[in-house]
């Protein structure tokens, strides 16, 4: 079976040397993008088939390159594919939508012949067995992405969002070298078998919780590791931010997943309260930041931040529940976790791909020149409404399942024994549904400014509706956000394989439940039937329909719009989203962004124009990243004296540091 994954592999890579051939050609885009989901297709079919047969045997494969007497390690177990069904499944709309929405690039040799790699890099980190293969797979995905990242390197900010992506993946790429370090230190190889079954000691296990935190969280977009995903996310084409933002992010899961639930041993109870802190910390942080956001795909984007923290606020628990010996309360928490990695990347591929379709139709992006799409773009303005709501996480839409998940797995946190634990889960608790309520605040923002009201500018008046690809690709992942909000019990199901071996236990079987409901504890503290809220919301608005064209006047009236007393019909006179978030932010802007706000009124009978100024801050960026921006420069120029010595003081430089090493291994203990 891997070497079947890795025969798709290969042919990722052959259709990379392909687009580079056939970039310029007119049907050369829509050859590799529809031969990538093909490929895509048929790897996703065949995860799902080892998914469902997950409790067979883990199938293995060692190929003679890579490390000398250790060679290359491939594995497919149910968690590998799990993931393998994200990556592939998104990889899959993706090249849907490109195969349509891609025949627009004007430079398309920037992007073919990486398109293919990234896929082909996503899935080798997934299929990777040992720490070199895995290493080496996980360098190469973020090599190729930030190729892709920089496809539009002539747009103002892509060369920094580039650079910043590039050091942010350098970073995490050495924390997970040091946490692999460590794991095999102790047994003197970096195969992953040899790491499971001979765990290091609680000091050095703690010391690879963090390091592994720092290089998958990097990667993923903790806080206060995000400040790339803000950045490159928007930089890079649309349906290549929707692989970054849902299925780039999830590898990254994966790999933090691995290695502390596989390869790390039994946790210790505190292990559960970092990856809690910052997990609630993340989805704070992340939604507050996307709604102070004008720019629709930098807004997404943020919100990507706010969902990995959700995520990780599962992973937590489940380390919490499973220190403790509660291996039920561990299974609910970890298949929410894993439940809501599928739904985001449904859901925030829809969402990019409807913010690409609005750029494609536009030329647009900042949410102020936008409005009155829904007339235009109705199918497209039906999509992006349909992934706000699951992104909002509205019943009975797929984002609700996964978060009452999480929130019942919260509500077992007072039968933890440890004191911290039984403070920080209630906590992150609220924090959760806080972030919750801002999420449906900023999406009601999102969809409002973008397609409601008048257009307020000459392109989102002029926009039409794209192209039936993209049309087809948006609207299978609403049918897939909703059949996964309305039948969770079979994913649930289906995740099985996939938790128990790393949570110690399992859910009960939700398929067998009558009318299709989900119990994750007991029927008597909580249940959930999607399908029947499902059906009472479509009778509710049936019934309402059929009222108001029964009861209501025939009579056709037309007037003016409502314009608060202002007979100017202009869209100036329109709500904006600077002026949605500004209660949003006067609450928590001085916290959080440092906020400020200033007005220039003129005085009676001047004619000139008023002037309304907010500037907000990025404290994160300021206090960290900014210092060690200035302090790298600073080392760097002083450094810059190096490359003028002479020979006699580069041997002279060489024999000081290798008696300096020399002596450090001598005293060392």
């Not at 195969?99 to 996503?122: Q, S, T, V």
């Not at 290695?259 to 942080?285: K, S």
């Not at 591929?349 to 109705?378: C, H, K």
């Not at 099985?496 to 236990?505: D, F, T």
Request: positive net charge; charged residues 10%.
């Amino acid at each position: 079976m891997p070497a079947l994954f890795l025969a798709g592999i290969a042919a990722f890579l052959a259709l990379g040397v392909a687009g580079l051939a056939v970039a310029r050609y007119e049907n050369g885009p829509p050859a590799i993008y529809g031969a990538a989901g093909g490929l895509a297709a048929l790897l996703c079919v065949l995860a799902g088939y080892v998914l469902a047969a997950a409790s067979g045997p883990s199938l293995e494969l060692v190929l003679p390159l890579g490390l000398p007497r250790i060679g290359a390690h491939f594995r497919v177990d149910a968690l590998s594919a799990a993931f393998l069904v994200v990556v592939n499944l998104g990889a899959c709309a993706a090249s849907l939508f490109a195969f349509g929405n891609g025949r627009g690039e004007r430079e398309p040799e920037r992007i073919l012949p990486f398109y293919p790699l990234f896929l082909a890099g996503m899935n080798l980190v997934v299929l990777a067995a040992d720490a070199f293969t895995f290493l080496l797979a996980w360098e190469f995905m973020s090599l190729v992405s930030w190729a892709l990242v920089l496809a539009h390197h002539r747009a103002a900010g892509n060369v920094r969002a580039g650079y910043v992506y590039l050091m942010m993946a350098g970073f995490g790429t050495l924390m997970l070298l040091l946490a692999f370090g460590l794991l095999a230190g102790h047994v003197g190889t970096y195969e992953f078998a040899m790491m499971r079954v001979s765990a290091p000691g609680p000091r050095v296990a703690g010391i690879v919780l963090v390091l592994a935190l720092l290089g998958a969280g990097s990667k993923a977009g903790l806080v206060p590791l995000h400040v790339w995903l803000p950045l490159a996310h928007p930089a890079a084409p649309s349906h290549v931010s929707a692989l970054m933002s849902g299925v780039m992010t999830k590898v990254a899961v994966y790999g933090f997943v691995r290695i502390v639930f596989d390869l790390l041993g039994p946790p210790e109870w505190w292990w559960g309260m970092p990856v809690l802190a910052l997990g609630g910390l993340t989805a704070v942080l992340g939604v507050l930041y996307a709604l102070m956001q004008h720019d629709l795909k930098r807004l997404l984007a943020y919100h990507t931040v706010e969902n990995i923290g959700i995520i990780f606020t599962g992973l937590g628990l489940a380390l919490a529940f499973k220190a403790n010996f509660m291996q039920a309360a561990a299974a609910l928490a970890l298949t929410a976790a894993l439940f809501h990695v599928l739904n985001h990347m449904l859901f925030k591929s829809l969402l990019f791909f409807g913010a690409g379709a609005v750029l494609a139709a536009t030329g647009e992006r900042d949410m102020e020149r936008l409005g009155g799409l829904i007339s235009t773009m109705p199918l497209t303005a039906f999509a992006f409404l349909a992934g706000s709501a699951a992104i909002s996480a509205l019943p009975p839409l797929n984002g609700f399942a996964s978060e009452w998940l999480i929130f019942q797995a919260i509500l077992l946190s007072p039968t933890l024994p440890q004191w911290g634990l039984k403070l920080i889960v209630p906590a992150i608790g609220a924090m959760l549904a806080l972030a919750a309520a801002l999420a449906a605040a900023c999406f009601v923002k999102a969809f409002g400014i973008t397609f409601l009201g008048r257009p307020r500018s000459p392109a989102a008046m002029s926009a039409r509706e794209v192209d039936g690809f993209s049309l087809a690709a948006m609207l299978a992942l609403v049918a897939l956000c909703v059949l996964c909000g309305i039948l969770p019990g079979f994913v649930i199901d289906a995740l099985v394989g996939v938790v128990q071996p790393l949570a110690g236990g399992r859910m009960p079987v939700q398929s067998d439940i009558p009318w299709l409901s989900i119990v994750p504890v007991e029927e008597a503290r909580s249940s959930y039937n999607p399908l029947l809220v499902f059906v009472f919301i479509a009778a509710a608005g049936w019934l309402s329909a059929i009222a108001v064209h029964r009861w209501a006047s025939r009579a056709v009236r037309r007037g003016p719009a409502w314009d608060c007393g202002f007979p100017d019909p202009s869209p100036r006179t329109e709500y904006t989203a600077a002026s949605f978030a500004q209660p949003i932010r006067r609450v928590f802007g001085t916290l959080v962004f440092r906020a400020h706000e200033s007005v220039d009124m003129p005085a009676p009978g001047e004619m000139r124009p008023a002037r309304f100024d907010v500037v907000v801050r990025d404290l994160i960026w300021d206090g960290l990243y900014a210092p060690i921006s200035v302090a790298v420069g600073t080392v760097a120029t002083r450094l810059n004296v190096v490359q003028s010595l002479t020979i006699r003081r580069y041997l002279a430089l060489v024999f000081v540091t290798l008696v300096g090493l020399l002596a450090a291994l001598a005293v060392a203990p």
